[in-house]
């Protein structure tokens, strides 16, 4: 990925959290405001830090072997952290699903009515989409990973960026790969409703992705 790419990506995530959090701060009673405004978010990276894994926000990730945890986590703290932990929970398990390929993971974070609002052409509308675009995928890179580098939970708004990577040892449009290494980044908004994920935006780096697949874009 180069340079602009990356620092595009970063813009948009940090304006997307700004945003957010705003939106949370507008919606707060006047009364709480001041204090809101100085304790609505923390912001953890790499991991959480050392011998404090119950700290805030990283009480809220689900440790359970075989989800993904994300590199960095800012939560907004006025939605509590029953809903908060909810909430991260939903991306562990949603992004799991993209990390592996195995389906339960998909169907414990996404509900039945879901709809894409940036539904690529040629992709199905609702829970089927992201399994048609995961096996398309993995088609072409059967190694496909999925890193949470970063989610920001602010209301019902899930915001996630995404590393992928991988090796182009399958197909891809008629294109035999030759083990070329794939790396490209994403960037979701996520819905949640009551218990699960309703809707989604997302953006993908298409044109790193299809650069190095070396496939030219229809």
């Not at 929970?89 to 414990?108: H, I, S, V």
Request: glycine residues 10%; contains cysteine; charged residues 20%.
């Amino acid at each position: 990925m180069t340079g602009t790419t990356h620092m595009r990506i970063r813009t948009i995530l940090a304006a997307a959290s700004a945003a957010l959090c705003a939106a949370a701060l507008a919606s707060a009673p006047a009364s709480a405001a001041t204090t809101a405004a100085t304790t609505a978010t923390v912001t953890a990276t790499s991991g959480g830090p050392h011998g404090a894994r119950a700290s805030w926000p990283w009480n809220l990730v689900d440790r359970s072997p075989g989800l993904v945890r994300p590199k960095a986590l800012t939560v907004d703290r006025s939605i509590g952290a029953r809903r908060a932990a909810r909430e991260v929970r939903l991306a562990q398990l949603l992004y799991t699903f993209w990390d592996t390929g195995d389906r339960k993971y998909l169907d414990a974070a996404v509900g039945p009515g879901f709809r894409d609002n940036t539904l690529p052409p040629g992709r199905p509308q609702g829970i089927e989409g992201p399994l048609f675009a995961s096996k398309r995928f993995r088609a072409a890179v059967p190694d496909l990973t999925c890193e949470l580098a970063d989610v920001l939970v602010a209301g019902d708004r899930i915001i996630a960026r995404l590393v992928f990577r991988g090796h182009f040892t399958g197909t891809f449009a008629g294109v035999a790969g030759k083990g070329q290494a794939v790396e490209f980044n994403a960037i979701d908004i996520q819905h949640a409703g009551h218990d699960k994920i309703i809707e989604d935006w997302h953006i993908e780096d298409n044109q790193t992705l299809l650069t190095q697949l070396g496939v030219t874009a229809s």
